[in-house]
């Protein structure tokens, strides 16, 4: 098995402050994965540190099966949390400069930089100054500037926040077709939706240690049904209101817990007659597990 990013037993402290204490994880070559967590828990100083702008107070990086940080950087594309381009520089200038820095030749910089305009619908606004650019165009550009020298790991911290849901769809169809051709993404993100719809591996951390790491469809098995979906003609009235939502149609969904079993509403069903149509035990989803690790840390200060 190869690995685009290994990280092992990583620590980074500010001070006295520890924001990253003992983080271990792993990305396979060729994968989408996801570094999940709460705003402040730690991932933009995991990933500054990956990279090699921050050193770590211990711990092992290992990129592209086994380089360092400063030898990987050339096949490594990234987009910053922080936005920051040169506000007065041209875009196509700014695109050409930032491929020049990744080994390009001057021409190919701007042909890349051209392409890539086209995709995202800028190519119009390729000779205004960046200070002319609306927040959303300024974020595509410096994402295309994370994709023009083909690189084999792709890191984006945050990459759809600010976005509108087009240019968000637009950048997720970019992202597949970059996986398609052979690139590790890896995004962190506090949004669980992506995730589910992008990622099957993926890293949790809160308040500056890991919570959990693996495939996503198994971390959701493991926690068990947390609902129940029923679908009916109509509903029995003995089971407790609270814990009943209203679905499509004749179907409403259960949540379970210790005073509501799946048995128990099976037998009220039963009880009263009504047959079901659909009986399905639902795993929880990426956000219920989100909500409660990170509750849970909370709680446990």
């Known amino acids: 098995m190869t690995y685009a990013l290994e990280i092992d037993g990583l620590t980074k402290r500010f001070g006295d402050k520890t924001v990253v204490d003992d983080v271990s994880f792993s990305v396979q070559n060729g994968e989408v994965f996801g570094f999940l967590g709460p705003n402040g828990s730690g991932k933009t100083t995991t990933i500054r540190t990956a990279l ?67 995709r995202v619908g800028l190519y119009e606004h390729r000779d205004k100054k960046v200070e002319g650019l609306s927040r959303g165009m300024t974020q595509l550009v410096q994402f295309v500037a994370s994709l023009i020298h083909h690189p084999e790991l792709i890191i984006l911290d945050e990459p759809f926040s600010g976005l509108d849901p087009l240019n968000v769809q637009l950048m997720k169809e970019m992202l597949a077709a970059e996986q398609k051709r052979g690139a590790t993404i890896i995004f962190s993100t506090h949004v669980m939706s992506d995730v589910e719809e992008m990622c099957e591996q993926v890293a949790l951390i809160a308040d500056s240690r890991l919570l959990l790491f693996g495939e996503l469809a198994e971390i959701r098995r493991s926690r068990g049904a947390n609902a129940v979906v029923v679908e009916a003609p109509e509903h029995p009235n003995t089971l407790p209101a609270a814990q009943k939502h209203a679905g499509k149609g004749g179907q409403v969904e259960y949540r379970l817990s210790d005073e509501l079993k799946p048995e128990m509403i099976l037998d009220a069903y039963s009880s009263a007659g009504i047959v079901l149509t659909r009986f399905e035990q639902v795993m929880p989803s990426l956000n219920d597990i989100f909500i409660e690790e990170v509750s849970n840390v909370r709680q446990n200060r």
Do not use: C, F, W
């Open 52 to 118: 090699g702008i921050l050193h770590q107070d211990a711990g092992e990086i290992r990129l592209l099966d086994g380089l360092t940080a400063s030898q990987a950087m050339p096949r490594v594309g990234y987009l910053p949390e922080e936005r920051g381009l040169l506000r007065k520089e041209k875009v196509s200038n700014i695109l050409r400069y930032l491929g020049r820095l990744r080994g390009l030749e001057k021409a190919e910089a701007y042909d890349r930089g051209l392409e890539l305009l086209h």
